[in-house]
């Protein structure tokens, strides 16, 4: 019996693990007919242990999950490896030992991965649809190289909020149930009244650290699952996006900088790591968050699996300022001459003129091998790390990097859409 074979009879045998054994852990949240009720919680074990395939040799079942792995590595066909990891507790405990973390792999497989810091060695793809009707927008990742596409992988949804003072966009994994009340709130950006200044709010710390800022105000609706059961659920302000002020428009396009309380900026040192990852796939199935999949034109049975957070690490030392956060700045644009307008190097991945598109740089030097004014800038430091850009109508690219998570590079594009009558 093939491999192929086995994951197929493995998800014959469990019941449609992608419909049944995902959607009901929406507690509280009934979203259709096709939807289990919360009852199926008790009349079906949602992860069984005693069946014929947790007891395969472990031999086997490596063999059978690398090759697999290794297979099917873009969606939709990826989603055998998340049916593997919903089999039961061996099959999820050697999922974790194989399936990498993208900063490793370069893919996205289970939602932990959207908190997770991107690919070392190139770009993920993603794209952003806008609907101004009503004031969402969804992330998805790119299936294709095509830049006007109408279908991805679905990752994460915002809504925003236009308040008194403030802006606010909630930042959900689900594609339509988009609010703080909602299990699946993972997190928000907040503005100021004129639109210069934003926080990003994380519903946990990223790490133990004097540069994070203290918990915020949270509300009563406030139903987002616990990632860690350890930390208390909340908002923590993750970083801080500034625009500058520019009333008179004399001095170019607009001018950001981003503070990352939770990236520090050893990162980007060579063999530097960011704190506080989560860890892939160590919680049970019954408290795993869910995901919708592609977008509405594609299979809606294809749902992620999900697992905690790892334990949030303990600070780092201060030597030589390593625990400072990291800072990004945009990176200039030149004048060109013959189009008499301002540009930027893309690489072909934006097509549409317009004072949304960025591209971000590090802006704080690395600890170790600082340039001198006899010294180039080292490489590292003119790696694009997010940019994003226009391609149609509500339509844009989102291209980030390590040290970023999809999670921190969506937030950042979000402050991008918001009015800024001060920055013009």
Not at 193 to 218: N, W
Request: aromatic content about 8%; proline content about 7%; glycine content about 6%.
């Amino acid at each position: 019996m093939s491999f192929r074979s086995i994951v197929r009879d493995v998800r014959d045998g469990f019941g449609s693990l992608s419909r049944r054994g995902f959607e009901v852990r929406l507690m509280g949240h009934h979203r259709g007919k096709s939807h289990g009720s919360l009852n199926d919680l008790h009349d079906q074990p949602l992860i069984v242990q005693n069946s014929r395939w947790a007891s395969l040799p472990p031999e086997l079942l490596y063999d059978v999950i690398r090759r697999l792995e290794e297979s099917e590595s873009t969606w939709p066909s990826r989603k055998h490896v998340v049916a593997c990891a919903s089999v039961c507790r061996s099959w999820r405990t050697m999922c974790k030992e194989i399936v990498k973390s993208p900063e490793i792999c370069g893919k996205l497989t289970f939602p932990v991965s959207l908190k997770q810091p991107g690919p070392r060695d190139g770009l993920v793809q993603c794209f952003i649809k806008r609907d101004k009707s009503n004031l969402t927008y969804h992330l998805f990742l790119c299936l294709s190289p095509a830049l006007l596409v109408e279908n991805g992988k679905f990752l994460l949804s915002a809504k925003r909020t236009r308040r008194t003072t403030c802006t606010e966009y909630v930042i959900s994994m689900d594609a339509d149930n988009i609010s703080r009340s909602s299990s699946t709130y993972i997190g928000k950006l907040r503005s100021n009244f004129l639109g210069t200044k934003f926080i990003v709010y994380d519903t946990q710390p990223a790490y133990a650290s004097e540069h994070i800022p203290p918990q915020g105000r949270t509300s009563r609706r406030f139903n987002s699952k616990k990632v860690s059961p350890k930390v208390p659920t909340g908002s923590y302000n993750i970083a801080q996006i500034t625009y500058e002020l520019n009333v008179l428009g004399t001095r170019g396009p607009r001018r950001m900088h981003c503070i990352m309380h939770s990236i520090p900026v050893s990162s980007l040192d060579a063999g530097g790591t960011v704190p506080g990852q989560p860890e892939l796939l160590t919680r049970s199935l019954e408290d795993s968050f869910r995901s919708v999949s592609f977008s509405k034109s594609l299979d809606h049975s294809v749902e992620f699996s999900s697992a905690r957070f790892s334990e949030i690490v303990g600070p780092r030392d201060d030597e030589d300022g390593k625990t400072r956060p990291l800072v990004l700045k945009n990176k200039p644009p030149r004048w060109h001459e013959q189009l008499q307008c301002w540009c930027l190097n893309f690489r072909g991945r934006v097509t549409v003129a317009s004072v949304k598109n960025f591209q971000l740089i590090a802006a704080t030097q690395p600890a170790a091998g600082a340039p001198t004014p006899s010294q180039p800038t080292p490489p590292e430091l003119d790696k694009i790390i997010l940019q994003f850009g226009k391609v149609g109508k509500d339509m844009f690219t989102m291209d980030y990097r390590y040290p970023l998570s999809a999670f921190q590079a969506f937030a950042i594009c979000l402050s991008s859409f918001d009015t800024k009558l001060a920055c013009e």
